[in-house]
T-cell receptor, first 115, second 115 residues
Framework: EPEVTQTPSHQVTQMGQEVILRCVPISNHLYFYWYRQILGQKVEFLVSFYNNEISEKSEIFDDQFSVERPDGSNFTLKIRSTKLEDSAMYFC?????????????FGAGTRLSVL | AQSVTQPDIHITVSEGASLELRCNYS??????LFWYVQSPGQGLQLLLKYFSGDTLVQGIKGFEAEFKRSQSSFNLRKPSVHWSDAAEYFCAVGAITGGGNKLTFGTGTQLKVEL
């Protein structure tokens, strides 16, 4: 069964450093998403991406964050200068279509620890 | 804006007992509702979804959920729980906003199964 793959599973970084979280969405999917879950809190939407553009972003997704689809298979989330409060589990998801009733398939997540 | 409430943070049931996990949503239009499950080290796996039609929907692993518009609820049920059902369960509502598509999640319910 096709799946969304995220690497690394755990990333440890120092405050102020840049990190790139990587995702390989399901191959025929066209819509890509990042969500995050701070420990003990809700899974929160960060950004959706389609046709090499951001479709929507939340208020969390500030100038420190960026997304990119550098090639035909990868989808990345970059945090330019990490803060302690960026420590969270980051989930990548993909879907075939944008429709609200379209199923989003999630990866296993990358746990980001900012020290 | 849409929101999801899962009132129970932790639930413990005995193996073989029935299970009901509560979910209440707030959304102005017809909601698209989902239940996801997250096992340790795994991604979010879709259990079931409700888009329209029959208000009782069947999912994988013997789960079902009932949409009740009058109560704004979408509770998840299973008649007989197995030890392998121990996981975290998330209710979510899908919506198209601002040209994107995002899921809004509840805080999750951690299910523990006693043998």
């Amino acid at each position: 069964e096709p799946e969304v793959t995220q690497t690394p599973s755990h990333q440890v970084t120092q405050m102020g450093q840049e990190v790139i979280l990587r995702c390989v969405p399901i191959s025929n999917h066209l819509y890509f998403y990042w969500y995050r879950q701070i420990l003990g809190q809700k899974v929160e939407f960060l950004v959706s991406f389609y046709n090499n553009e951001i479709s929507e972003k939340s208020e969390i997704f500030d100038d420190q964050f960026s997304v990119e689809r550098p090639d035909g298979s990868n989808f990345t989330l970059k945090i330019r200068s990490t803060k302690l409060e960026d420590s969270a589990m980051y989930f990548c998801a993909s879907s075939e279509q944008q429709l609200a009733k379209n199923i989003q398939y999630f990866g296993a997540g990358t746990r980001l620890s900012v020290l | 804006a849409q929101s999801v409430t899962q009132p129970d943070i932790h639930i413990t049931v005995s193996e073989g007992a029935s299970l009901e996990l509560r979910c209440n949503y707030s959304y102005g239009a017809t909601p698209y509702l989902f239940w996801y499950v997250q096992s340790p080290g795994q991604g979010l796996q879709l259990l079931l979804k409700y888009f329209s039609g029959d208000t009782l929907v069947q999912g994988i692993k013997g789960f079902e959920a009932e949409f009740k518009r009058s109560q704004s609820s979408f509770n998840l049920r299973k008649p007989s729980v197995h030890w392998s059902d121990a996981a975290e369960y998330f209710c979510a509502v899908g919506a198209i906003t601002g040209g994107g598509n995002k899921l809004t999640f509840g805080t999750g319910t951690q299910l523990k199964v006693e043998l």
